[in-house]
C-alpha cells in the first residue's frame, strides 16, 4: 500500500458544455437527437490551494495539512447535536482528501480525465472530539489494474481508501471512495 501525501499540481475548473447525443443515452422522443448538458471537469494548478476556494469545502473549513492530507479543525460551526465534529463534515474532508489523492497519484491525466465518485462506504469509529486530518492511499495492484483498464477503453474505476485521525491518532473514521475516472476529449 502507499501512503499519498498531497503535493500536487492540480485544481479543478468546471465547465459545461452542450452535447448532441443519439440513442446510445435514454430519451424520451427516439426519433430526435437528444440535447443534454454534459459536465466537463479539467484539472490544473495545485490542488491545495483550489480545494480550499470550493465554497463548501471553505465553508466548513477544510485546509491542507502540514505534513500532506486535509485537515479540519474542531470548530463549532461543524458540530452535529453531540458536540463532536458532523459526519457530513468528516464525509466532506474524506471525499475532498480521496480526490487530491487520485488527482495527485495520476499526474499523467490532469487535464484529460473527469474523476467522479460512483459510490462510497464510510465507517464512523470514534466521535471526532478534536481537530482531524484525512490521509489518503491506493493499493499499488490498483493502480496497476486502473492503468490497465484506463488504456484499454478510455475509463476506468479505482478505489481510494482514506482514514481520518485525530490529533492523538485516534482513527475517527475509514472511508472508501469508488472513483469513476473518464477520458475526455482534448
Same mark, same amino acid.
Given at each position: ?27 424520451? +422522443? ?42 479540519? +479543525?474542531? $470548530?463549532? %460551526?461543524?458540530? +452535529? ?7 457530513? /463534515?468528516?464525509?466532506?474532508? /474524506?471525499?475532498?482528501?480521496? %480526490? ?9 491525466? %490532469?487535464?484529460?480525465? %473527469?474523476?467522479?465518485?460512483? $459510490? ?15 490521509? /489518503?492511499?491506493?493499493? $499499488? ?26 490529533? $492523538?491518532? +485516534? ?16
Amino acid at each position: 500500500m502507499k501512503l499519498l501525501r498531497h503535493t500536487g499540481t492540480c485544481n479543478p475548473i468546471v465547465s459545461l458544455e452542450r452535447s448532441w447525443w443519439n440513442s446510445d443515452l435514454p430519451s424520451h +422522443n427516439q426519433d430526435n437527437q437528444d440535447s443534454r448538458l454534459r459536465l466537463t471537469i479539467v484539472f490544473y494548478m495545485d490542488i491545495h490551494v483550489e480545494i480550499e476556494k470550493i465554497p463548501f469545502v471553505k465553508k466548513i473549513g477544510i485546509k491542507k495539512a502540514g505534513e500532506g492530507g486535509l485537515t479540519l +479543525n474542531f $470548530d463549532k %460551526a461543524n458540530h +452535529n447535536h453531540l458536540q463532536t465534529i458532523h459526519a457530513g /463534515a468528516l464525509f466532506t474532508l /474524506a471525499e475532498s482528501a480521496s %480526490a487530491g489523492a487520485l488527482l495527485e497519484f495520476f499526474p499523467e491525466f %490532469a487535464g484529460k480525465v %473527469a474523476p467522479v465518485v460512483r $459510490d462510497a462506504q464510510i465507517k464512523f469509529r470514534k466521535p471526532a472530539l478534536h481537530s482531524v486530518t484525512a490521509i /489518503a492511499s491506493i493499493l $499499488d495492484e490498483s493502480v496497476s489494474e486502473f492503468k490497465k483498464q484506463f488504456q484499454k477503453r478510455n475509463r476506468s474505476l479505482i478505489t481510494v481508501e482514506v482514514a481520518v485521525i485525530d490529533v $492523538d491518532q +485516534n482513527v475517527v473514521c475509514n472511508a472508501a471512495f469508488n472513483w469513476f475516472v473518464l477520458g475526455i476529449e482534448q
